[in-house]
């Protein structure tokens, strides 16, 4: 089963990155292989909200949509994504935000598993690829929204 994390020290702090991280409907804007997403229905408010969301993911002729939990912690800052239904037979997405001096650090977890081995051969290694975009994809997305770094004092 493939799997990815990887972790970022960005000059932001935790709840912008949160906050960009928890934007969903922003994500066909910069996120690799993201064609369109939508929101199907939230619940809680607060800094405890859960999300379903339909994302369409393509590259090139090939398209897939699958559907996902998404559960926002502004409180810890954390966002975790459970599979709902799609072409995967595990998704799990986690992303961590701590404090440091001078911004935070962003960890990024990502284990799938495809139904189709067909599917796994024709865009694993494109899935592994774009998912090891996704922090600097945030970080670029960050700093075109936020522009400025924090200091350091």
Known sequence: MPSFETRRQVP?????MFDLVADVERYPEFLPLCEGLRVLSRDGDGEQR???A???VGYKGIRET?????TLDGAAPSVRTDLVEGPFTKLINRWGFVDKPGGCEVTFFIDYEFKSMLLQMLVGG???????RFAEAFEERAHAIYGRRVSSA
């Open 12 to 16: 932001f702090t935790t709840h912008e």
């Open 66 to 70: 699958f559907t996902s939990r998404v």
């Open 50 to 52: 859960t999300l379903v």
């Open 126 to 132: 494109l899935f592994q690829q774009a998912f090891g």
């Open 54 to 56: 339909a994302m369409e």
